[in-house]
């Protein structure tokens, strides 16, 4: 009677906790309403600071230009054109480099310092809720971004060690970014690190991993390409009922193409890519990721995203590179509910 009784605590709290722990859903789905827009093909075109989650080499993108003007020297040039005399020839070269110059001004453009915030918050099936912020600063060539997050998941059903309902409660997750950016003609690098930790049943969980990234411009401004690895030698350490167990956290392979079209339909363009668990190859294999992004204008733009079985639209509006607004609806993974995001950035 003793083992039938310990069976079935274990039995529920092994239910519990495995209703629990999808707070962290956000380590495989990410957050913001421009991935879900685009199907979470987001990697190869993500450039605010959600890029701690998404690929740490969007960081690189933080920054704005400036244009300032430079007078230069340069060697005066002969107003008469050279013939076939050698000695003609010779005295004009001694003339240029005997420090006969003259003054031209030009046009350069400059990297310099931007600050952006960007700010998500989504409700997804079940009333489980879900939202995001972080703060980027160009540092050198690149970017540094430090931000945070979580989940909450509502009305999760509880009972006592004999089986009896006690009602309902409310479970919370948290996560902490920080990352950096680095970019160089048409290659961008990056990583960033995280630490998570949950509310389960009698207990939590906790754990941290790192992120990495690339992101490559093949032809310029037509094609680009992005992978990135997510909780790359991640651990998490669970604690239930006086027992703490370590294990691993899902490592997530993702590759993202962009294709823009030329002109003059430049306002269109498409992202194709998958996502991999390296951990789980078997249980949920490679998830096709596919976007598609229309301007009718400057300032607005339509989306369209399938994450693996999940179709997704979303509207994003434009002012000028200072502010950016973008809100998207998905259907979630058993296709019952939709889900609805919205997403701010602001660049000073």
């Known amino acids: 009677m003793r083992t039938r009784i310990l069976i079935t605590i274990a039995s529920l709290l092994s239910t519990q906790l495995y209703a629990a722990t999808s707070a962290t859903e956000f380590l495989q789905n990410g957050f913001g309403a421009k991935a879900a827009g685009l199907g979470n093909a987001y990697g190869v075109v993500v450039s605010d600071p959600s890029a701690l989650y998404w690929n740490p080499a969007g960081l690189a993108q933080i920054y704005s230009e400036k244009k300032i003007t430079q007078t230069i020297e340069t060697q005066k040039g002969s ?9 003609f020839n010779k005295l004009l070269e001694d003339q240029n480099t005997s420090g006969s110059k003259e003054s031209k001004t030009v046009e350069i453009t400059e990297r310099a310092t931007q600050v952006q915030l ?7 099936s079940n009333g489980r809720l879900m ?3 972080a703060a980027g600063v160009t540092v050198g060539n690149g970017g540094l971004a430090v931000g945070g997050g979580g989940t909450q998941v509502q009305k999760i059903a509880t009972y006592d060690s004999l089986g009896n309902s006690t009602g309902s409660a409310t479970y919370n997750s948290y996560v902490g970014y920080v990352g950096y950016g680095w970019g160089t003609g048409p290659v961008r690098l990056g990583v960033s690190g995280f630490g998570v930790r949950e509310d389960l049943v009698g207990g939590s969980v906790s754990g941290g991993g790192v992120n990495v990234g690339t992101q490559i411009v093949v032809l310029p401004p037509l094609l680009s390409v992005a992978a990135d690895i997510k909780n790359l030698g991640a651990m998490q350490s669970r604690t239930n009922s006086g027992i703490t167990q370590m294990a691993k956290l899902d490592t997530l392979f993702s590759f993202s193409m962009q294709i823009q079209a030329p002109p003059p339909n430049s306002n269109f363009k498409i992202i194709l890519g998958f996502t991999a668990n390296l951990d789980n190859p078997q249980g949920e294999g490679v998830k096709l990721n596919m976007g598609m992004a229309y301007g009718f204008n400057k300032y607005m733009y339509m989306m369209l995203g399938l994450n693996g079985s999940k179709p997704a639209v979303g509207l994003g509006v434009n002012v000028g590179k200072t502010f950016h607004l973008a809100i998207s609806a998905n259907r979630d993974m058993l296709g019952r509910e939709f889900q609805y995001f919205g997403e701010l950035n602001f660049a000073f």
């Open 79 to 87: 107003d008469r054109p050279a013939g076939d005399d050698e000695e």
């Open 118 to 124: 960007n700010t998500s918050a989504n409700y997804l």
């Open 131 to 133: 939202y995001f912020g």
